[in-house]
């Protein structure tokens, strides 16, 4: 298991991430500890690529004099990220807290499904103290894979987003966000954010790996499986930071011009549609297409788990 903590170059950068103040280091310093773990992913280069140019993480240029805090745990093998995250919580850690699994064995996806978790792929959690009310909880799954692609696709990668929480690149799904929460007083407390890449890890008819997609557009700056680790990390601060700049109603116009489901034709309740975009909330619009019996053309929003868009390979 290692920690890790860096301070951020301006005060508190990142508040919608942690509210905690952080430790008093030069800018762009970092501490670094080991402690005895079975991993084999590279602790050392790991914290040599969150120390790199943030250009080649794929950070967004008002974001690249920051320095961002984290407490990064590393195993072999969890049953998921973000259960031991929440375990790691319910123990004292805070807001900034990293675990890394090489592989899960009960990893799950949105709805409970099952995420195949097998060694070679990025499988991280990350807890955040957002200052969200409880009802918008699913700003931060879309603020998160923004980030994340905007990161990768700033490397030389066309990653797209679909709704509402998986990169894709080729019309197959590459990773996806699995965000869970603690509320209070109609507010999100506490949240743990949880990302699974493909990197070189086997994969499935519609899925596709990091690795061979960077030979497709010789994307060189990606080289391994901590600098992607890294690549997510800051991406995921990214994504929320500039939410949090421009504030969540103009965000929905940059995630909007990366979903890879608008103009998507969809069936809802026997009806055809057209996805046209998503809501402030983050719910799905979608416009039903006139029928004889209901002439006029009405647009409807979906929660998440509403319907299945399937993968366009």
Not at 88 to 93: C, E, N, R, V
Not at 95 to 106: C, K, L, M, N
Not at 183 to 205: K, R, Y
Not at 245 to 260: M, N, S
Request: glycine share 10%.
């Amino acid at each position: 298991m290692a920690s890790l903590r860096s301070q951020p170059v301006d005060e508190d950068p990142f508040q919608t991430i942690s509210r905690k103040p952080t430790s008093r280091h030069c800018p762009g310093e970092f501490d670094v500890f080991y402690y005895p773990d079975m991993s084999s992913l590279d602790l050392a280069q790991i914290n040599q690529a969150l120390r790199e140019d943030p250009v080649s993480l794929g950070v967004m240029e008002e974001f690249r004099a920051m320095r961002p805090k984290f407490a990064i745990h590393l195993f072999e093998t969890l049953d998921s990220t973000n259960s031991k995250l929440w375990r790691l919580l319910a123990a004292g850690a805070s807001a900034g807290t990293v675990v890394i699994a090489e592989q899960q064995e009960a990893g799950r996806g949105q709805w409970g499904r099952q995420w195949r978790s097998a060694i070679g792929g990025v499988y991280l959690s990350l807890a955040v103290e957002p200052d969200l009310a409880a009802a918008n909880g699913l700003q931060l799954t879309l603020c998160t894979a923004w980030g994340i692609a905007i990161g990768l696709r700033n490397l030389g990668l066309p990653i797209q987003l679909k709704w509402p929480n998986d990169l894709v690149i080729d019309g197959r799904k590459l990773g996806g966000v699995l965000t869970e929460t603690r509320t209070g007083q109609a507010a999100i407390t506490q949240a743990v954010i949880g990302v699974g890449i493909n990197w070189s890890n086997p994969t499935l008819d519609l899925e596709i790996n990091l690795q061979s997609a960077c030979e497709k557009y010789a994307a060189p700056a990606l080289t391994s499986l901590e600098k992607l680790i890294a690549v997510v990390l800051r991406g995921i601060l990214q994504g929320h930071q500039f939410c949090r700049q421009i504030g969540f109603t103009a965000f929905v116009t940059a995630y909007e011009a990366l979903l890879v489901n608008v103009g998507q034709v969809v069936q809802v309740d026997g009806r055809s549609g057209e996805v046209v975009g998503v809501t402030t909330q983050g719910a799905l619009r979608v416009r039903l297409q006139p029928e004889d019996i209901d002439p006029t053309a009405v647009e409807i929003e979906l929660p998440p788990g509403a319907i299945a868009l399937g993968y366009n390979v």
